[in-house]
T-cell receptor
């Protein structure tokens, strides 16, 4: 079964609203999680590294005020897309590092902004 | 930033045929990973390569970490319909630890297998 779970798997929202996506490690603690974004038929692009108990590290070109990341516990990281617009529509995927070179991806969350 | 050039972009093959895809980079990577992604799902790890020159198999899949550390290939032998999906290579630059999860992905190879 899945060891990293994302919720919701699909979300549709109106332009201007904020949407929160959760990433949970189900049977291990993850001090570090990662958020990726994927456009249709495109590659995964790393957005940020989520660090438990500290600020996330964002990749160049990713707006930190737009994509808020909170890693408040060892099993949960959240990505909040603030004031969403249609161009934010995408497939968001998280991964969690278990240590010893073990990295697990979530099932992804598809965001559609109308 | 780093880029991985993955080819081919897509492949249409008959069931039973062998498949080969590869990735090249201008940068040296410490780890090469190959993933498969089904529609609407997250990527699933197929093979991980940690040493230059390493050749690793996983069932009908075989992958190699190029000796220059700038390339890798994935072979699938005797393809079956369930091999359909998008295959991604991914490289990891860091020396280890939590940076292991910071991956650079290739553009993907879309594989279609005709019965």
């Amino acid at each position: 079964g899945a060891v990293v779970s994302q919720h919701p798997s699909r979300v549709i929202c109106k332009s201007g609203t904020s949407v929160k996506i959760e990433c949970r490690s189900l049977d291990f603690q993850a001090t570090t999680m990662f958020w990726y974004r994927q456009f249709p038929k495109k590659s995964l692009m790393l957005m940020a590294t989520s660090n438990e108990g500290s600020k996330a590290t964002y990749e160049q070109g990713v707006e930190k005020d737009k994509f808020l990341i909170n890693h408040a516990s060892l099993t949960l990281s959240t990505l909040t897309v603030t004031s969403a617009h249609p161009e934010d529509s995408s497939f968001y995927i998280c991964s969690a590092y278990r240590g010893r070179r073990e990295l697990f991806f979530g099932e992804g969350s598809r965001l559609t902004v109308l | 930033g780093q880029q991985l050039n993955q080819s081919p972009q897509s492949m249409f093959i008959q069931e039973g045929e062998d498949v080969s895809m590869n990735c090249t980079s201008s940068s040296i990577f410490n780890t090469w990973l190959w993933y498969k992604q089904d529609p609407g799902e997250g990527p699933v790890l197929l093979i991980a390569l940690y040493k230059a020159g390493e050749l690793t198999s996983n069932g009908r899949l075989t992958a190699q970490f190029g000796i220059t550390r700038k390339d890798s290939f994935l072979n699938i032998s005797a393809s079956i319909p369930s091999d359909v999906g998008i295959y991604f290579c991914a490289g990891q630059l860091g020396a280890g630890g939590t940076s292991y999860g910071k991956l650079t992905f290739g553009q993907g190879t879309i594989l279609t297998v005709h019965p």
